[in-house]
């Protein structure tokens, strides 16, 4: 066990600070949609940043940015550290930016430190984790370990149909370094993230050791009916996509209990065209996200919305079509990396517990590359996507501390 690894919680300090005005809200958010031109700032910086730190900088085919920390022997499989810097729509600025800068700290902290580690260690920024502007979410990540084509990834578009190669193309994060682990493969990764739930500002615990994460399904529903005016047409001579789709809609709020006492739905997205006042919906789009740590509740899940879509169309006439837009297991992180956060935590002297992860994360795609490992620091009040989110700079401090210890026991375990 090392206890000689110190954070400059300065030098922490301010940079979150400074990352936190890159997309920022008037309420204290932030609003840095992947590849846009906030993401591009916050990017730039970090470059600069790994640069100032000594680290040799890798930018890859799906714009996922490496800092790689040259230390012990340099054929061997490097530990990778790191989260992502892109956020949700008004979303918080602790989501995945307190990630990608514990382990930047965490990293020269180890570098700073008398201890010298067996292998190299990377410090990386995941494109496209949360999703929302262009699908599949834990997009970068899922490139990096072949769950999803890189080719595909790139094609993705967001609502205005641009792709995901052009704004990397625009904000120059179209990187030369194929999008893959190094030939020597990864030794083991870690991330921290907030909670994004309420376990440990309840119970005043400072970090939880992540055991696994919920699997999730997404599925984008599109319901056809027929425009018409909404004042002669008679009720029963109608095709309303919209009150299909809400019929639908209130069946899959009906549905997590029936499949797990910890599933859960949400429409978080709903589009209806014409989208008139006085004109029956031609057009009804919604998209689900479905999750529990019962991955065989999430496919039935799946099956069940599909069921309730096709009957609801059928009482209004409608056509449909349901996009399994992604799909990610539920997981358990690695015994090895826990049992290194268990010792990390230990070192650190800093009070933890174990949790499930609700959240998807970049962790889950690696944990099918190598050893995955997670912590987390509290979200006050479990608030998170969304400007509220909020995490006591103590307890960012904390979890900095025992992320820096768990990564240079992983760094130096044989
Ligand atoms: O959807 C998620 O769980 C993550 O925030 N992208
Ligand atoms: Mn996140
Ligand atoms: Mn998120």
């Known amino acids: ?41 916050a990017r730039d910086r970090f470059v600069e940043d790994l640069r100032d730190a000594g680290l040799d ?30 956020s949700q729509p008004y979303g918080g600025r602790f989501d995945g930016q307190l990630g990608v800068l514990t382990a930047l700290e965490a990293v020269q902290a180890i570098a700073e430190s008398p201890v ?29 370990v072949g769950y999803e084509p890189v080719e595909e990834l790139l094609d993705a578009t967001d609502r205005d149909g641009v792709s995901v190669r052009e704004e990397l193309e625009r904000i120059g994060y179209d990187g030369d370094a194929p999008c893959e682990p190094p030939e020597a493969g990864v030794h083991s990764f870690l991330e921290l993230h907030v909670e994004q739930g309420p376990v ?28 018409n005016h909404a004042g002669p047409t008679p009720m029963h001579d109608r095709s309303d996509a919209l009150a299909a789709a809400t019929d639908a809609i209130r069946e899959v709020n009906r549905l997590p209990q029936q499949l797990s006492a910890d599933a859960v739905a949400t429409v978080g997205e709903l589009a209806v065209e014409p989208n008139s006042i006085n004109v029956i919906p031609a057009r009804a789009e919604f998209t689900v996200d479905l999750r529990s740590y019962d991955d065989d509740a999430v496919d039935r899940g799946v099956e069940r919305v599909e069921a309730e879509v096709a009957a609801a169309c059928d009482r209004h006439g ?15 992180f690695s015994d090895r990396v826990r049992d290194a956060a268990d010792r990390g935590v230990a070192a650190a002297g800093v009070d933890a517990r174990h949790l499930v992860s609700g959240a998807g994360h970049d962790a889950q795609h690696l944990q099918t590359l190598t050893d995955a490992g997670m912590l987390f620091v509290p979200s006050v009040d479990g608030y998170t996507h969304t400007e509220a989110e909020y995490t006591e700079w103590a307890d960012c401090v904390a979890g900095a501390r025992a992320f820096a210890h768990t990564a240079l026991e992983l760094a130096t375990e044989n």
């Open 200 to 227: 440990l500002d309840d119970e005043g615990v400072p970090v939880a050791i992540v055991d696994g994460v919920y699997g999730l399904s997404w599925l984008r529903v599109t319901v056809d009916g027929e425009a």
């Open 318 to 332: 409608a056509d449909y079509e349901v996009e399994r837009v992604s799909r990610h297991h539920s997981l358990s």
């Open 1 to 41: 066990m090392h206890d000689d690894v110190a954070i400059d919680t300065d030098r922490f300090r301010e940079r979150f600070e400074a990352y936190a005005e890159f997309g920022a809200t008037d309420a204290g958010g932030l609003h840095r949609l992947a590849l846009s031109d906030a993401d591009r700032r």
């Open 116 to 144: 010298e580690p067996d292998r190299p260690v990377e410090v990386v920024n995941w494109t496209n984790e949360e999703g929302t502007r262009f699908q599949p979410s834990m997009m970068g990540s899922s490139g990096y």
């Open 57 to 86: 900088v890798r930018i890859d085919e799906l714009g996922n940015v490496f800092g790689r920390y040259e230390a012990g022997d340099p054929d061997a499989a490097p530990v990778l550290v790191g989260s992502h810097l892109d």
